[in-house]
């Protein structure tokens, strides 16, 4: 079974900048997509970034060219690199593997980050 810890959150003002970290465990990380995503309070868990296994990646509309997704497969890590957080990026963040039809499709989540951004 996939263990997913993620890291890497924080409080930070509007206009600045974090990044996530996700071990991956408990799966052959290489053959994986992997993605991001996040829920904020009273709201459904949302995509935010995929990253394919050969490095193709997709970003949710709100976040286009304000986040990175990357991957490191020799240390089973997939990353966040967010930049110019804004208040509505404030949520609790998760990684998961592989495609699904909608995030309520994973049968398992790790811990997530709580990311707040202030104004």
């Known amino acids: 079974q996939v263990q997913l810890v993620e890291s890497g959150g924080g409080l930070v003002q509007a206009g600045g900048s974090l990044r996530l970290s996700c071990i991956v465990s408990g799966i052959i990380f290489r053959f994986n997509t992997m993605g991001w995503y996040r829920q904020a309070p009273g709201k459904q868990r949302e995509l935010v970034a995929l990253i394919t296994t050969d490095d193709n990646t997709n ?19 997939v990353y966040l690199q967010m930049d110019s957080l804004k208040p509505d990026d404030t949520a609790v963040y998760y ?16 811990q997530g980050t709580q990311v707040t951004v202030s104004s």
């Open 59 to 77: 970003y949710a509309d709100s976040v286009k060219g304000r986040f990175t997704i990357s991957r490191d497969n020799a240390r089973n890590t």
């Open 95 to 110: 990684c998961n593997a592989g495609l699904r039809g909608s995030p309520a499709d994973f049968r398992s989540w790790g």
